[in-house]
């Protein structure tokens, strides 16, 4: 079943997803992220899902 907001939505938190996962996988990754432009990501991925 495709997901209600289309394809573009879903990518959205699909790249999300992988990005963390990569970021968690790295011993600094998670030191590397700016808190500001993840808020930001997370925030616009939320907003195409909900």
């Known amino acids: 079943m495709a997901h209600p907001g289309g394809p573009l939505t879903t990518n959205k938190a699909v790249v999300l997803a992988k990005f963390l996962k ?4 790295d011993l600094n990754g998670v030191s590397s992220i700016n808190p500001q432009l993840l808020e930001l990501a997370v925030n616009n991925a939320k907003a195409t899902i909900f």
């Open 22 to 25: 990569r970021k968690l996988q």
